[in-house]
């Protein structure tokens, strides 16, 4: 056991932190997370969100302090950016194995739920991407284990305050990350807890301290940014909650069974493992309160996430933890009793779904369908990585169905995804290269920008304009999410046309450099209206343009 502890931290380091700088920052998200906190450190402002060096009210600071006081540390790249997402994985990671194993008394089952939750896709895809979700739900993940420390502590004063402290602790931090959400999360997993085990007196003798705790976390932030930007509570609270909540125009609406049709994706390979995991949680139930309090912790708020308007496949991430743990136990629960059916026929399953991936590979490839042609790798090195990356996940899977230890079919099926994983770093899309990182053409032309080069963009991309060229005052063709930040007085000027824009590659070019960054096909269709480039580049057809008036 202590092998394959050093094995998975290992396993690890090589898997969430070692590909972080090997991919370029995606717009929007990873470019706006990373550019806020950089123009916090650059102006010294840590209190005020800005973007593009406007007001920027749709999260509180902590993402952004940590990722700040990641580029004091690194500097400005995308290891910096990122290793916050991968820390809170591996603590979150961390969590599930001390919980685990003190609650079910084995250190063989703290692993198997640690390595499940650390190999399901979503889990890994966010632990290696810049954006909030991982740091917020490793501050809940904290927040609703320690909870459940103090609650099984109750017999012990000392301990049990000192844990309810400590859950407050994270759920002030989880609040200065996400808003609000920080206490209904919690709230939406204790009280039907505290229910189900008849402890009613406990949901009001054991909230006030966690509740009061998080309160003075929260406080001081809280009270400077109203005093420095009096509006910022309004604007988070009515749109990044009620709006989002029940607006029936809300940011990312969906369907209230969004979540239950993603969710079969974001938990491969386990997936086809969950009727095996069901048939061992029902063999045996849900015989110990910290088994009830792992469904409530995955049950509720997956709940909670499924009524509100907005929805994201990253918002339901909290709920893993608990998915590990459940997922896990039912495996062991089931091997343990002698069956293997259920457990077999799911990796048969998983099987046959990497062979039509194989499969769909191949012909993408190949170009035997033209019209995917333009979705095939242009790389042939990347078509043969991935085709090399699905071969090994069969050959591990291949290899579970002659193993007879019940330990090492579980971790088998953990080990079958990593080369995948890994490898998908290298793997992005030649087409979502061209769409979603306009990095590395921004960089190879930073040469040709001087200070008094006025700089336009849209919104797509002016996160990562802002991200490369180290400015944070670029002119917008389009308001998008920066809309508030552009009405307040003195920056309304920041908002122009085409026409305008057009006026000024006519007139001002003479003198300054005119910078207009745009999607290709956008300037295709509005270039005729414009005067010739004395420079342009690109990154590709569906890519960006670089253009110098």
């Given at each position: 056991?202590?092998?394959?502890?050093v094995?998975i931290?290992f396993?690890?380091?090589?898997?969430?932190?070692l590909?972080?700088d090997?991919?370029?920052?995606?717009i929007?998200?990873e470019?706006?997370y990373?550019e806020?906190?950089?123009?916090m450190v650059v102006?010294?402002d840590?209190?005020?969100?800005?973007?593009?060096?406007?007001l920027?009210?749709e999260?509180p600071?902590m993402?952004?302090?940590?990722n700040g006081l990641a580029?004091?540390?690194?500097?400005?790249?995308?290891?910096?950016?990122r290793?916050?997402?991968?820390?809170?994985?591996g603590?979150?990671?961390?969590?599930v194995?001390?919980l685990t194993?003190?609650?079910?008394?084995?250190?063989?089952r703290?692993?198997?739920a640690t390595?499940?939750?650390?190999?399901?896709?979503?889990?890994y895809g966010?632990?290696?991407?810049n954006?909030?979700d991982?740091?917020?739900?490793?501050?809940?993940?904290a927040?609703?284990g320690?909870f459940?420390?103090?609650?099984s502590?109750?017999?012990?004063p000392?301990?049990?305050k000192?844990?309810m402290i400590i859950a407050g602790?994270?759920?002030?931090?989880?609040f200065?990350?996400?808003?609000?959400l920080?206490?209904?999360?919690?709230?939406?997993?204790i009280?039907?807890?505290?229910?189900?085990?008849?402890d009613y007196?406990k949901?009001?003798?054991m909230?006030?301290i966690?509740?009061?705790?998080?309160?003075?976390?929260?406080?001081p932030?809280?009270?400077?940014?109203?005093?420095?930007?009096?509006d910022y509570?309004?604007?988070?609270?009515w749109?990044?909650?009620?709006?989002?909540?029940?607006?029936?125009?809300?940011?990312h609406?969906a369907?209230?069974?969004?979540f239950?049709i993603?969710l079969?994706g974001?938990?491969?390979?386990?997936t086809?493992?969950?009727p095996?995991?069901?048939?061992?949680l029902?063999?045996?139930?849900?015989?110990?309160?910290f088994l009830r309090?792992?469904?409530c912790?995955?049950f509720f708020?997956f709940?909670?996430?499924?009524?509100s308007s907005?929805k994201l496949m990253?918002?339901?991430?909290?709920?893993f933890?608990a998915?590990g743990?459940?997922?896990?136990?039912?495996?062991v629960d089931?091997?343990?009793?002698?069956?293997t059916?259920?457990f077999?026929?799911?990796?048969?399953g998983?099987m046959?779904?990497?062979?039509?991936?194989?499969?769909?590979?191949?012909?993408?490839?190949?170009?035997?369908i033209?019209s995917?042609?333009?979705?095939?790798y242009?790389?042939?090195?990347k078509?043969?990585?991935?085709?090399?990356?699905?071969?090994?996940?069969?050959?591990?899977?291949k290899k579970?169905?002659?193993?007879t230890d019940?330990?090492?079919?579980i971790?088998?099926?953990?080990?079958a995804?990593?080369f995948f994983?890994?490898s998908?770093?290298?793997?992005l899309p030649?087409?979502?290269?061209?769409?979603?990182?306009?990095?590395?053409?921004i960089?190879r032309?930073?040469?040709?920008i001087?200070?008094?080069s006025?700089?336009f963009?849209?919104?797509?991309?002016i996160?990562?304009?802002n991200?490369y060229?180290?400015r944070d005052d670029?002119f917008?063709?389009?308001?998008?999410?920066l809309g508030?930040?552009?009405?307040?007085?003195g920056?309304?000027?920041r908002a122009?046309?085409?026409?305008h824009?057009?006026k000024?590659a006519r007139?001002?070019s003479?003198t300054?450099?005119i910078i207009?960054i745009?999607?290709?096909r956008?300037?295709?269709?509005?270039?005729?209206?414009?005067p010739?480039?004395?420079?342009?580049?690109?990154?590709?057809?569906?890519g960006f343009?670089?253009?110098i008036?």
């Open positions: 056991m202590k092998r394959l502890i094995l931290s396993i690890f380091l090589i898997l969430y932190v590909p972080l090997l991919r370029p920052l995606a929007p998200d470019v706006r990373a806020i906190p950089r123009e102006s010294g840590w209190i005020v969100p800005r973007l593009n060096g406007l920027y009210f999260k600071v993402g952004y302090w940590l580029i004091k540390m690194f500097g400005e790249t995308s290891f910096s950016v290793i916050t997402s991968a820390v809170s994985a603590l979150s990671a961390l969590m194995f001390f194993t003190r609650f079910l008394n084995s250190r063989k703290g692993i198997l390595s499940v939750f650390l190999t399901f896709f979503l889990v966010l632990g290696v991407f954006v909030l991982g740091m917020f739900s490793f501050f809940l993940t927040c609703i320690f459940f420390l103090a609650w502590s109750r017999d012990r000392g301990s049990h000192g844990y602790i994270f759920c002030g931090f989880a200065l990350t996400k808003g609000f920080a206490f209904a999360v919690p709230i939406s997993v009280v039907p807890f505290l229910l189900w085990e008849r007196k949901i009001f003798s909230s006030w966690p509740i009061l705790v998080a309160l003075i976390i929260a406080l932030w809280s009270a400077l940014v109203n005093l420095k930007a009096p509570w309004h604007y988070f609270f749109n990044e909650h009620v709006k989002r909540f029940f607006s029936d125009n809300a940011q609406e369907s209230f069974f969004y239950f993603v079969p974001a938990l491969l390979p386990w086809f493992l969950a095996a995991s069901f048939a061992g029902k063999q045996k139930g849900l015989q110990t309160p309090y792992a469904f912790w995955f708020p709940l909670l996430f499924s009524i907005g990253t918002y339901i991430l909290p709920v933890p998915l743990i459940l997922l896990s136990t039912g495996l089931y091997l343990e009793a002698k069956k059916f259920w077999d026929m799911g990796v048969k998983l046959g779904l990497v062979g039509i991936l194989v499969l769909a590979l191949v012909i993408l490839q190949s170009g035997m033209a995917l042609h333009p979705f095939a242009a790389d042939q090195w078509g043969g990585l991935f085709l090399a990356a699905l071969i090994v996940f069969v050959l591990v899977l579970n169905l002659t193993v019940n330990t090492r079919k971790l088998l099926v953990a080990a995804p990593l994983y890994f998908a770093n290298f793997l030649d087409q979502t290269l061209m769409r979603k990182c306009p990095g590395q053409l960089e032309n930073l040469s040709k001087d200070k008094n006025l700089i963009s849209p919104s797509s991309p996160r990562a304009v991200w060229l180290k670029v917008m063709l389009n308001r998008g999410e508030y930040g552009l009405s307040q007085k920056y309304e000027h122009v046309s085409y026409e824009l057009n000024l007139e001002k003479r300054r450099k207009f745009v999607y290709l956008d300037w295709s269709r509005i270039k005729k209206n414009f010739k480039p004395v420079y342009m580049d690109s990154s590709g057809n569906d343009a670089f253009i008036f």
